[in-house]
């Protein structure tokens, strides 16, 4: 399982790559660098995140959770 996820992970930042101002695709990339438990990636990609889409009040919201 553990390699399903990292490869999840590839494909997910794949394509944020490719596409970086799509929401969705950020949003999965997050999940899924959460559920690979590479939380300090994870945080990183939240920021940046809210630095792109600052309207989005629920993601910040998981900011600050994660930095507590």
Do not use: C, T, W
């Not at 490719?18 to 990636?41: F, M, S, T, V």
């Amino acid at each position: 399982q553990r390699g399903q996820i990292e490869e999840a992970v590839a494909a997910s930042e794949k394509s944020v790559e490719l596409d970086p101002y799509n929401q969705l695709l950020q949003k999965e990339l997050i999940a899924r660098l959460i559920a690979a438990e590479r939380h300090k990636k994870a945080q990183d990609a939240l920021e940046h995140y809210v630095e792109m889409f600052p309207e989005d009040s629920f993601v910040r919201q998981m900011l600050a959770i994660a930095k507590q």
